[in-house]
Every structure is written in C-alpha cells, then in structure tokens.
C-alpha cells in the first residue's frame, strides 16, 4: 500500500461509506461463521481498523503488513502482535492455530495468490477459515487499479480457481457493492476511451454528507441480501474458504 493512500485510510475510516460498510460486511461474517473466542489473523492490516474491531468483539488477533508505517500504526492502537512480514512467505504462526483467516482486498496484490492462500490455511484449525473480498470484473481494470498495485480484478471462476489450486473448499461467494457499480462502469469506461492516466496518488471520491448516508443505508440494505440469497452483481466479491 502506498503510504499516501495508508494516511488517507487512516483518516477516512470512522466514516466514509466504503470503509464503514466493508467493516460491518465483514465483522457480520466473521461472527456468523468463526464466533468469538479464537485467534484472527489478518493479512494486510492497512489501518488496522479491522483488527481493532475483532479484538474488541473477544478475539486473539495476529497481523501482518508489508508496510512498517502499518505495523507502527497498529501498535499505536494498542495492538500488540502486528508485525512487518510478507505475506507471500510463510507465517510465523503455530500451524492449525487461527479460527479464522482475513484477506480483506490483498489477494489481488499478489504475483501468486494461490501461495498468500496456501500460507493463510496452514495456520487454520480444521473447522476454520478464510474470509476474502477482491475487486471484481476484468473489465474493470482501470488507472485506479494500477496505481493502488492491483495485478488483477477477479471473476467467481478465478476466485473458485485459486482455492482449488490452494487445496480449498469454496464455502460460498457472492458480490457486493451493487449499488455503486452502473456509476464506476460509467467512469472508467468514459477514462478508457479518453485514454486518461493520472500519476497523482489514488484517492477516494469525496461525496456530501447526505450522499454518504445514503451509500451507508443502501450497503446496510444489500447485506441482508448477502447474508441470505446473495447477490448477482457489484463491484467486489466476497467469500469464505474453507479446508
């Protein structure tokens, strides 16, 4: 993670619709298929939001960044196991030791994310797992992709794949993030055929309070849907693995 877009995070996560609703999406699964207590590890802490949020809810909690500013953010936290690893390379973790697994938008990062999956279940108990969201749609791919390091966008057969060559299960996975899709299919098609390409650090699209609040309302709606039938299209997938 670049460390300008980290200080953006950082700033935006009690209350920016995006983070505020991938927290809760998540937190939700968490507790509904690896309740408390139990050991969490999360593979890309970034602000380490997240795993302060897990910890409160009575888990043990390891994680690992590549970004030392990360680490040294979490920390200040009050997070005591966080630590500088790549996640590529094997966990310093007792084997069958973690409940669950978080790979929250990290599995695109990676040259071989079949190897970051491999690592993640051989700290697994036998009844755990792995909970993943990556961006979704190929066509998708854009500047925006390029600068946050992105080596891909993900379908629900490369998904599927990548657990099969990890020696996973695929538990379920839908999409999410509906709601906001026609206006990202809107951008980045328009930047496309213009050919734009920017230099500048990746941000977030500031919106207006009311607008934000809404986003929320309509992210709290979808995951009722996500948590029942699932859902047919969005901008990322969500999903758990299993052994």
């Known amino acids: 993670m670049d460390l300008a877009h980290l200080t953006e995070l950082i700033d935006l996560e009690e209350t920016y619709w995006w983070h505020v609703a991938k927290r809760k999406l998540v937190t939700e699964i968490l507790i509904s298929e690896f309740p ?35 680490v040294d953010h979490g920390r200040s936290r009050g997070l005591e196991k966080v ?12 084997s069958a030791s973690a409940k669950a697994v978080l790979l929250l938008d990290v599995m695109e990062h990676m040259k071989d994310p079949v190897e970051l999956l491999k690592n993640a279940a051989e700290t697994l108990t036998e009844d755990g797992g792995i909970i993943i969201t990556v961006p979704a749609y190929p066509m998708l791919y854009s500047d925006w992709d390029r600068k946050l ?26 999409h999410w993030n509906s709601f906001t899709l026609p206006a990202a299919i809107a951008s980045r098609g328009r930047d496309k055929i213009l ?7 990746p941000c977030f699209t500031r919106v207006s309070r ?11 709606l979808e995951r009722k849907f ?18």
């Open 210 to 220: 009311f607008t934000n609040a809404c986003l929320k309302s309509f992210a709290q």
């Open 36 to 70: 408390p207590p139990g050991l969490v590890i999360e593979g890309g802490i970034g602000s380490a939001r997240n795993l302060l949020e897990f910890s409160q809810l009575g888990y043990d909690v390891i994680g690992f960044d590549l970004l030392e500013e990360a």
């Open 226 to 243: 996500i948590h029942s039938i699932g859902v047919p299209f969005g901008l990322s997938l969500v999903g758990v693995l299993t052994k």
């Open 149 to 174: 390091g992105h080596f891909c966008r993900y379908t629900k057969s490369k998904f599927r794949l990548n657990a099969e060559q990890a020696g996973l299960k695929v538990k379920w996975v839908t």
């Open 195 to 201: 050919k734009r390409r920017q230099d500048s650090p």
């Open 83 to 94: 630590f500088v690893h790549e996640l590529s390379q094997p966990w310093p973790v007792a």
